[in-house]
């Protein structure tokens, strides 16, 4: 009956969580950038910059920290996470209604607030792609990412057209408490359950499919910057109202663009190598600059309906893209899952600024930058190519490096009963003493995660405990 119920919160709690984390998330930037509610106060920040540039300083800097000290981080996450939590609703608060603190000139006040709105946006995003990462098959996660951006945009469309001032505050507000919820609960889920899966004992792709997917980690967020930068998303306050796509036919082509493309490019198998399996949504990204070039859409005749359709659509898929992308790599990588994340949107943040600062009220550079961009693309794809050639596939090594003697020793007795690479880890840990806390940290698994592997540790072994378990660890070779 256990084992039935572990199951049911592996199957259902984990994607319902992650698909509303995820397009709440977007809600909670998209109505504090865009949102009739927050004019006042983003309009208050242009004296100092434009506000999702500070909202992305915010964004850049608590990523890089993941990016630096993943680790550091894991160990302390929950009291981490509740400062972050707390701070960032307190600053939506607060720059919905700056004139509640009068003693603080607003723009500073809500300059300040866009920060830490941002800093609890990267938290939130780490945890959740995380999260996403843990589904069983990567058509799963490729669907979760998909749907999370269906909702959104559905839900976004909805408070636009319908509801009043108050109702985007009222959205904005709610939304990152049941982010954090949202984290809390699926965490919860991974813990409990004895299927939860480990990470580490996914096939990892070779060394020359591992440069190129750290390269494309990099590359990707250059472009999908490029893309925001290039559309009304890049730039908050009055002047950047976008439209609503929700109440006609337009929603249903961009839900049917993004089903298609999403299935013929990141689903279905393109090739066996990560430049050709990734070569057809690049491509789709780069056709999409042109149509985010207003020049090119006045030459190719297309309305403006049609326009905002395609670009909306661009947009949405580079976004589903990126995730994706680094969703595979924490996948497909032996490397920390938040450092993973922290790189994608790290690089993300520094070039939308850059895009930010450089593009804002320059649409003639727009061209220039498109041209840079496939030709950049283009170079980068051939070095790829040829080292990819030359490159030698390697078998991963998984045996630890540098071990110290009594590690040896452990090494040998989990060789000798048949323990796995993932099971040795743990195994090697147990044997000096260490907690379940800090296995969990130390090799980023959840807790169900470890209660199965020292389940089957001890099975092998064949001993009952940790007590017996040591006293065979003494024994052996005596």
């Not at 680094?326 to 520094?350: F, K, M, T, W």
């Not at 496939?374 to 030359?390: D, T």
Request: hydrophobic share 50%.
């Amino acid at each position: 009956m256990a084992q039935r119920r572990d199951m049911k919160i592996r199957d259902w709690t984990l994607p319902v969580c992650t698909v509303t984390g995820l397009a709440l998330l977007s809600v909670w930037s998209d109505l504090v950038g865009h949102g009739s509610g927050f004019f006042a106060s983003a309009d208050a920040v242009q004296e100092i910059a434009n506000a999702r540039v500070l909202f992305l300083a915010g964004l850049t800097l608590s990523t890089a920290f993941y990016m630096a000290l993943p680790r550091v981080l894991k160990r302390f996450d929950r009291m981490v996470g509740g400062g972050v939590a707390t701070v960032s609703i307190v600053a939506t608060v607060l720059f919905s209604f700056p004139e509640a603190v009068p003693f603080l000139p607003v723009s500073y006040l809500c300059a300040g607030c866009l920060f830490l709105i941002g800093v609890g946006y990267g938290w939130l995003a780490v945890h959740l792609v995380c999260e996403v990462a843990y589904e069983d098959d990567y058509v799963t996660v490729v669907m979760i990412l998909a749907a999370s951006l269906v909702a959104k945009t559905i839900l976004t469309s909805l408070v636009n057209m319908y509801g009043p001032a108050s109702a985007h505050v009222a959205v904005a507000v709610a939304s990152p408490i049941v982010c954090f919820a949202m984290v809390a609960v699926g965490q919860r889920a991974l813990d409990r359950s004895s299927e939860t899966l480990d990470l580490a004992e996914l096939p990892k792709v070779p060394e020359p499919d591992r440069r190129v997917l750290l390269v494309l980690l990099i590359l990707l967020p250059v472009l999908r910057a490029l893309v925001r930068g290039l559309s009304k998303m890049g730039y908050w306050g009055s002047e950047y109202e976008v439209e609503n796509i929700i109440d006609g036919l337009g929603f249903l082509v961009v839900i049917a663009l993004m089903i298609f493309f999403a299935r013929i490019t990141l689903v279905e198998e393109q090739g066996d190598d990560m430049i050709t399996r990734f070569l057809p949504p690049f491509l789709v990204i780069l056709g999409g600059f042109f149509l985010l070039d207003p020049q090119v859409g006045h030459l190719m005749g297309l309305t403006e309906w049609t326009s905002y359709i395609l670009t909306t659509f661009v947009e949405l898929f580079s976004q589903l893209f990126h995730w994706a992308l680094i969703a595979l790599s924490i996948r497909s990588l032996n490397i920390h899952p938040y450092r993973v994340v922290g790189i994608g949107y790290s690089v993300y943040g520094v070039f939308s600024i850059a895009y930010a600062l450089l593009l804002q009220d320059k649409v003639e550079l727009s061209s220039i930058l498109i041209v840079l961009a496939m030709y950049f693309f283009i170079v980068v794809m051939m070095l790829l190519f040829r080292s990819g050639r030359a490159g030698e596939p390697k078998a991963p090594d998984r045996k630890p490096q540098d071990a110290s003697s009594g590690e040896e020793l452990f090494c040998r007795i989990a060789e000798s009963y048949g323990l796995s690479p993932r099971e040795t880890e743990v195994f090697v840990l147990l044997a000096q003493g260490r907690n379940r806390t800090y296995i969990q940290n130390t090799l980023f698994l959840a807790e169900g995660t470890v209660k199965t592997h020292t389940s089957r540790i001890y099975q092998k072994l064949g001993v009952s405990n940790r007590q017996d378990m040591i006293t065979l660890v003494q024994e052996f070779d005596s």
